[in-house]
């Protein structure tokens, strides 16, 4: 396969799955599946990165892996947040979370 | 051969995304999101990204998920929180936020083509001359060392805001 | 003159004051109870003043300067055209003022040593006291308008302060403030006249105004009528003439020796002070100086009529003072600059006299009656009578500033007055002259009437009081006979030669340097009245007029002490409401009512409108209603805020959408 139509296919890939993600996030109500959205969104994001790095060098890869890094100290402490939140509430659901107004 | 693989791997991807999203179990959810992972690795590999497909799977499918796992047990949400997807109005609008968002970045991603693009991955000689490890590698430790050290910071302070922030405070 | 004539010390002379005024002010704080140091620190103050003044005077003499001598202090303000500095100007006028404020005021704050004894506020007092000489040290000193306004509004503060000084009593701090408000709307006049000369010279320093008026300024013109007419509003304000005369009576309700000081020496004279020293301006405007004139002799028939049938001993001196700066103003009006200074010298030892003469008859009566436990109103003459013999020194002194001010031969007032008199008939305004003639039988008139009242017949101070009824201390009867003794000799400065005595000639050549401009101004503006005649217009001359109007003046007294002494007064509380025309004068030809149903309530009115309806609604009510549709839209906005956060993840995707789609499209 031609190396540019194999990039527009990923990308569009990429468009797919942050959609999906972007959908997830606003249609669930459980903050760890909305999490879960958001670790699809980087995800998408690091297909782009990777496929750009095919076409224009190695950086695209470095970053890539920056990415996975913050995601996954992201994860750590969103995951302790929620488990905070839940000890409060007793659920994670976000309509319950009222508290972000004066 | 490596066209079948590569739609094969986008078609799982974005059907385990969406059952990921559709789906009320959240063990089932974690599930389906780590096949798509599964997936995008293959892809990676497929965009002569073999490095990041490793680090894909072992970081985020491994450790990442296994962690959201664990959280969902520890709260025993099972079977409790069945049924948080919004209807009517809300998936209408997610949708055509979704669609939406396809449309503007397929215009952004397709429509002006870069005649500069090669037939064959830029990568190649790189790859053939380093190796797939190597080629990430060594500009991570000399260009992009301070980002590098940077986030072992970041981690040291994400693990220590995660015990703090989940530590059983005193009733 | 060669020879420049170089002031001396003339820092100190307003230095001393003022640093009286401090130490003293300090002292109301810091020694509350000590009244020695007040007793030394007010009056050496001023008298050292006085002294620095003499000296100037002497070296003055010897010198005889045509121009003034400027001592520039330091530069107030300075902003494009504007340069107004702190200068002092030291000619015969500015001195003479000096010595009369210096000495008169020294000689009262000797004598409120003993009067104000008792006091609790005894170094505010003093520090008021000090301030007030300051300020009109500065109003007669100052080169230029700006800083004489300083010194005009200094004294308006100090006369508010020391009227009210008793001011837990809410009717004497209201007329600190009657005295305060009148004044200000002289001020207004004194500042419209400021700009427009600004305006017109683009400097407010005299000397350079006063050299160049003649030419700058067309005679007879509207706008030196227009400055002079604002300039005279101050007057007519600071010096308590029609129509703002109101507030000098009720300006009885600060201590006695106070009302000398603001009588006497300072304060009401500025205004006199102020046309004779912008003498080239009013030659240069006969319509405003015939406004003076007859504003002056209006006030002096008015206050002196009033004064007839007033109780109140201080209010009976106000009238008579508001009555005698009338006829300064017929003077200056007239353009007999010297003859107006001059009775406002010898008015200040007379009715420095007069009210410390006052305030000694109340303190005995005050503390008399302290000793029997009686009460009533210690100012009021029916409460008063047969004095004479339990107070012979203010007594006979006060017979003498009775016979000053009366214009009898030889004391001090048949000077003055005959001068003005005279003028006014030489220079043909018949009308004046005879206003003037009738206002000095007046005044003898009234006078006598007091001296009756107060210190002849029998004590009507009620039982027991004749016993506790003494002369005052030395303190204070020491300066009633300094001041008697210069009411009779204050006059013999200027002595006229169709006069059958020795001919003195002291005032007018001392003043000529400072006048000599103004005149030859007027006698340019002037032909109408250029040649002075040498006869009255009856005919006759100076001596005849002089013997005839201090004759009638005797007469007149007489006249009334026969007519009096006989007479029974009541006690005051006692006494009967006066009836009939009787009432009109007592009641003041009902001047204040008239103020207060014309002014006063219009004005009152006017502003509750203002409150009630421009500020209640439609200031606070703009700023309310602006208060509400903030506070609409911060509850409109808070409605977004409605704390789901998917709400807030619907609208942020919205918003990336937006600003990616700006890029796509």
Not at chain 3, 434 to 448: E, N
Not at chain 3, 478 to 495: N, T
Request: aromatic letters at 10%.
């Amino acid at each position: 396969m031609n190396a540019g139509y194999l990039a527009d296919l990923a990308l569009v890939l990429s468009a797919v799955l942050f959609a999906i993600g972007v959908g997830g996030v606003l249609v669930r109500r459980n903050a760890i599946i909305v999490f879960m959205c958001v670790e699809l969104m980087l995800n998408a994001v690091n297909l782009s990165l990777v496929t750009f790095s095919r076409l224009h060098g190695i950086d695209g890869q470095i970053i890539v892996f920056f990415v996975i890094s913050v995601a996954a100290a992201e994860a750590a402490v969103g995951l302790a947040l929620i488990l905070a939140i839940f000890r409060h509430y007793e659920t994670v659901d976000l309509e319950a979370f009222r508290r972000l107004r004066w | 051969m490596t066209d079948f693989l590569f739609f094969l791997f986008s078609a799982m991807a974005v059907l385990s995304a969406i059952f990921m999203v559709m789906q009320s179990n959240p063990v089932a959810s974690v599930l389906y999101l780590v096949v798509t992972f599964f997936s995008l690795s293959g892809l990676f590999v497929i965009l002569d990204a073999h490095f990041i497909a490793a680090v894909q799977v072992i970081v985020y499918a491994g450790a990442i998920m296994v962690l959201f796992l664990f959280v969902i047990m520890l709260l025993n949400l099972g079977s409790a929180e069945v049924g948080d997807l919004r209807r009517g109005l809300s998936q209408l609008l997610a949708g055509s936020v979704a669609v939406a968002l396809v449309a503007v970045f397929a215009r952004l991603f397709l429509v002006e083509t870069d005649p500069a693009v090669p037939e064959a991955s830029a990568l190649d000689p790189l790859l053939e001359a380093q190796g797939a490890v190597a080629a990430v590698a060594e500009p991570l430790f000399t260009r992009y060392l301070v980002a590098f050290e940077v986030t072992s910071v970041l981690l040291l302070v994400a693990v220590v805001g995660a015990v703090v922030l989940a530590r059983r405070r005193a009733p | 003159m060669n020879e420049a004539f170089q002031p001396i010390l003339p820092g100190l002379i307003l230095g001393l004051p003022l640093l009286g005024a401090v130490l003293n002010g300090i002292g109301a704080f810091a020694w509350r109870d000590s009244k020695t140091i007040p007793s030394l620190v007010g009056p050496l103050t001023v008298l050292a003043a006085f002294a620095i003044g003499v000296a100037n005077l002497l070296a003055m003499r010897a010198v005889m300067p045509h121009e003034p001598a400027l001592v520039p202090l330091w530069t107030w303000m300075r902003s494009g055209e504007l340069d107004i500095s702190v200068m002092l100007m030291f000619d015969q006028l500015s001195l003479l003022m000096t010595l009369v404020v210096t000495g008169v005021g020294g000689i009262i704050h000797v004598y409120s040593v003993g009067y104000m004894r008792d006091d609790p506020g005894y170094s505010r007092y003093f520090a008021y006291l000090n301030l007030f000489i300051f300020f009109m040290l500065i109003l007669v000193l100052s080169a230029n308008y700006p800083l004489m306004f300083v010194g005009w509004e200094g004294v308006g503060l100090c006369s508010y302060l020391l009227i009210g000084f008793w001011y837990e009593n809410r009717e004497y701090s209201d007329a600190g403030k009657k005295a305060f408000i009148v004044n200000r709307i002289g001020d207004f006049g004194f500042l419209v006249a400021m700009f427009l000369l600004f305006s017109t010279f683009g400097t407010l320093d005299m000397p350079a105004i006063f050299r160049e008026a003649p030419e700058r300024l067309l005679a007879d013109g509207a706008l030196v009528t227009a400055i002079t007419l604002f300039l005279f509003l101050g007057c007519v304000g600071k010096s308590a003439q029609i129509p703002l005369y109101v507030w000098l009576p009720d300006a009885m309700a600060g201590p006695t020796p106070v009302s000398a000081l603001i009588h006497a020496a300072t304060m009401v004279t500025a205004g006199v002070y102020l046309v004779a020293r912008s003498g080239v301006l009013f030659a240069l405007a006969p319509v405003s100086q015939a406004v003076v004139a007859s504003v002056g002799a209006a006030t002096a028939l008015l206050a002196a009529t009033i004064a007839l049938q007033q109780f109140d001993i201080k209010k009976v001196l106000a009238y008579s003072t508001i009555s005698q700066l009338g006829y300064m103003f017929v003077a200056v009006g007239i353009g007999a600059y010297t003859a107006g200074i001059f009775h406002l010298m010898t008015h200040a030892f007379f009715k420095a006299l007069l009210f410390l003469g006052a305030g000694a008859v109340i303190h005995a009566v005050h503390d008399a009656w302290a000793a029997t436990g009686a009460h009533g109103d210690p100012n009021d003459m029916r409460n008063h009578g047969g004095l004479r013999r339990l107070m012979p020194v203010t007594g006979t002194t006060m017979w003498i500033g009775t016979l000053a001010i009366a214009g009898v031969i030889p004391f001090a007032g048949f000077f003055s007055k005959d001068e003005i008199i005279w003028q006014a008939g030489v220079r043909g305004y018949a009308v004046l002259w005879a206003l003037a003639l009738v206002v000095a039988l007046l005044t003898a008139g009234y006078m006598t009437r007091l001296m009756v009242m107060t210190f002849h017949g029998e004590n009507r101070s009620g039982e027991g009081a004749g016993s506790h009824l003494h002369e005052v201390g030395a303190v204070m009867w020491m300066p009633l006979a300094i001041l008697a003794a210069l009411s009779v000799v204050g006059g013999w400065v200027q002595i006229p030669d169709a006069l059958p005595l020795p001919h003195v000639d002291l005032l007018h050549s001392w003043l000529e340097p400072v006048f000599e401009p103004a005149l030859l101004v007027a006698a340019g503006v002037a032909g109408q009245h250029g040649e002075a005649s040498h006869t009255a217009p009856l005919g006759g001359g100076e001596a005849l007029w002089a013997a005839l109007s201090t004759t009638l003046a005797v007469i007149v007294i007489l006249l009334v002490y026969r007519g009096l002494a006989a007479r029974r007064y009541r006690p005051a509380a006692e006494a009967a409401e006066p009836t009939g025309f009787r009432a009109v004068l007592y009641h003041k030809w009902y001047v204040d009512e008239l103020y207060d149903r014309l002014v006063v309530r219009p004005l009152l009115a006017l502003w509750r409108g203002c409150w009630r309806i421009v500020d209640d609604r439609i200031i606070d009510g703009t700023v309310n209603g602006l208060a509400g549709v903030a506070r609409l839209a911060g509850w409109t906005g808070s409605q977004l805020q409605s704390g789901r956060v998917a709400t807030y993840l619907l609208v942020f995707m919205i918003g990336a959408l937006i600003i990616l789609g700006s890029l796509a499209f």
